[in-house]
């Protein structure tokens, strides 16, 4: 696929750092408020913000078929109504402007005044009004350790991990904004040793660093949507840090599964990054034996080469990197993750989110949660301080970046970062 606004020799006449996630060749999509403005839409290059309603209001996009109300918004969904092709549309048009042989907007210093703002300047706010949130569990490493660790390795996998996308419905309603501070969770527990549960806060408070991605309008309920139709409903991904009650989780899962060990907050990062800017990141994916049935079968690269890494910052301490993955270890990738959601007639809306499911890859140093990188807490993180991790501790700030790199373009999500206050 070529798609006009990925081209890898643009360059922007805004300055971009060489080491940016926001080359001109992503364009991606967010949220900004500022003191003396209500929240909009807003694109970034470098670290420059751009107001998309300011450059609509100028007369910028009026070969376009969006309105001023898709701009002038606190969320992204009103843009997402004209779908794959407004989208694609929009980054082209933003490309050209900014494009360094374009002057139609760079020599006009009162609409560069009030469209162009640094990034320090604004807040960056959670960019989708989330309807319904679905959590999948697609690493088959992921699901291999935990399996480990909770029956044994000859019995890792359940019997039908290779045949499905096993995923849960979540909660959307606390789905936050990178930045955003939590209270540690509380809840019911059962310790090993004890014969009766006990009421108290999370002592084994985990990350699981996943991503996450966004639909447009699906289809009508009761239709289902294949593989080869998924990327036309994808709008795009950001980094997704899904919080994990492990004590809680333990005590309540089984028979229905994650409830209040999973749902007291998940952070989203705040730049949306399409799924046409990834295009040029794609790989081919594993093998999956045994064969998948004909619904889940796919053509094509569906895997993306996305390098994600989790860092640990204890309060007025450094950071500590406690894990370097890449989203391309998926088992099961977006395509087959939509086909599966879909193929029983649920009706996919506009906003919908979708996270991947932890994503470890096959060595240590990989895994992407601190039950497995702690070994259940067998094996503590030994962090620069001097102290140890086997959990996340109170005023812990837990950060994730991640990009992709491909023929001198870097395309990235920026952060998704969150620090845990002691219960309330």
Partial sequence: MSI??????????????????????????????????????????????????VIFNFGYFTDLQFTVEDFDSETLNNMMRLGKEGTRSLRGRISELFEESNDDLKKNSNHLHKALLDINDVQMLIPISIGDYTDFYSSEQHAFNVGCLFRDPNNALLPNWKHIPVGYHGRASSILASGVDFHRP?????PPTAEMPVFG??????????????????????????TAEADEYIFGM???????ARDIQGWEYVPLGPFLGKNFASHISCWIVTLDALEPFRVSGPIQDPKVLPYLEYT??????????????????????????????MYWNMNQQLAHHTINGCNMRLGDCYGSGTI???????YGSMLEISWKGTKPFKMNDGTQRKFINDNDTVVMRGFAEKDGVRIGFGEVKAKVLPTK
Avoid at 13 to 19: A, F
Avoid at 201 to 211: K, V
């Fill in 186 to 190: 509380k809840g019911q527990k059962k």
């Fill in 238 to 244: 950001a980094l997704l840090n899904d919080w994990s």
């Fill in 300 to 329: 094509g690269d569906k895997h993306i080469d996305i390098k994600i890494e989790v860092v640990i910052q204890p309060e007025n301490g450094e950071e500590n990197v406690v894990a370097k993955s890449n989203y391309r270890h």
């Fill in 201 to 226: 806060e999370s002592n084994l408070l985990d990350f699981e660093l996943e991503t996450a991605f966004f639909t447009y309008k699906g289809k009508p309920l009761g239709d289902h949507i294949t």
């Fill in 360 to 366: 470890s890859g096959p060595e240590e140093g990989q």
């Fill in 4 to 53: 006009k606004a990925n081209n890898p020799a643009y360059k922007s006449w805004i300055e971009v750092p060489s080491d940016s996630d926001f080359p001109i060749q992503n364009i991606p999509f967010g949220i900004i408020a500022t003191d003396s403005n209500k929240p909009r839409v807003a694109t970034r290059i470098g670290d420059t913000i751009i107001d998309l309603k």
